[in-house]
């Protein structure tokens, strides 16, 4: 998880409820991306950032869905309303100016999200 | 869209065992990777493959870039108590101007002292 922080690392919410999960790189980058991760589905891109411009979001699930990049030390992945199906681990990675290439991504630690 | 088939899903081996896992896709890709995953981690980059045919080492692990570009396998030789985790095949494709990767379900690795 080296260079990026995800907050909060775990979110029970209620269905209906708005959650706002946050991924702030610490060290430089010009690709953000947003992964959710089930047992069902596994690991699946949400959406990318090149230089805080969404590149690529037909991984978002639906409208309720919607992410964020205001700067290049941080991004927001938002739900609302949110539903049970919801409940995974969110990962947000980086990719590095220094390795050239948007294949190298270095993950958070993740947050864990529980709808009920 | 493209996916990536990964086998075995789990392992229960031996510690100084040897390990061979592998993904294979109907798609062609242009890198294929690997990661693993620790428990309340997120995925950690173990060896990236760039060329068909490619064939790379990083210490015990060892992977590599079917010729066809369909395929990659990963290897792990006298696994220790520490390969313990999920490790994850990754393709990428750039098409369309997008460069996302497709990843594989994962392996379960249980390594018994």
């Known amino acids: 998880d080296a260079g990026v922080i995800q907050s909060p690392r775990h979110e029970v919410t209620e269905m209906g409820q708005e959650v706002t999960l946050r991924c702030k790189p610490i060290?430089?980058?010009?690709?953000l991306f947003w992964y959710r991760q089930t047992m069902m589905r596994g690991l699946e891109l949400l959406i990318y950032?090149?230089?805080?411009?969404?590149?690529?979001d037909s991984g978002m699930p639906e409208d309720r869905f919607s992410a964020k990049m205001p700067n290049a030390s941080f991004s927001t992945l938002k739900i609302q309303p949110s539903e049970p199906r919801d409940s995974a681990v969110y990962f947000c990675?980086?990719?590095?100016?220094?390795?050239?290439?948007?294949?190298?991504?270095?993950f958070g630690p993740g947050t864990r999200l529980t709808v009920l | 869209g493209q996916q990536l088939n990964q086998s075995p899903q789990s392992m229960f081996i031996q510690e100084g065992e040897d390990v061979s896992m592998n993904c294979t896709s109907s798609s062609i890709f242009n890198t294929w990777l690997w990661y693993k995953q620790d428990p309340g981690e997120g995925p950690v980059l173990l060896i990236a493959?760039?060329?068909?045919?490619e064939l790379t080492s990083n210490g015990r692990l060892t992977a590599q870039f079917g010729i066809t570009r369909k395929d990659s396998f990963l290897n792990i030789s006298a696994s220790i108590p520490s390969d313990v985790g999920i490790y994850f095949c990754a393709g990428q494709l750039i098409q369309g101007g997008s460069e996302k990767l497709v990843f594989g379900k994962g392996t379960k690795l249980t390594v018994n002292p």
């Open positions: 990675a980086i990719s590095t100016p220094s390795s050239g290439r948007t294949d190298t991504q270095y």
């Open positions: 493959l760039y060329k068909a045919g």
């Open positions: 950032f090149n230089n805080n411009v969404p590149i690529d």
């Open positions: 060290s430089g980058h010009d690709y």
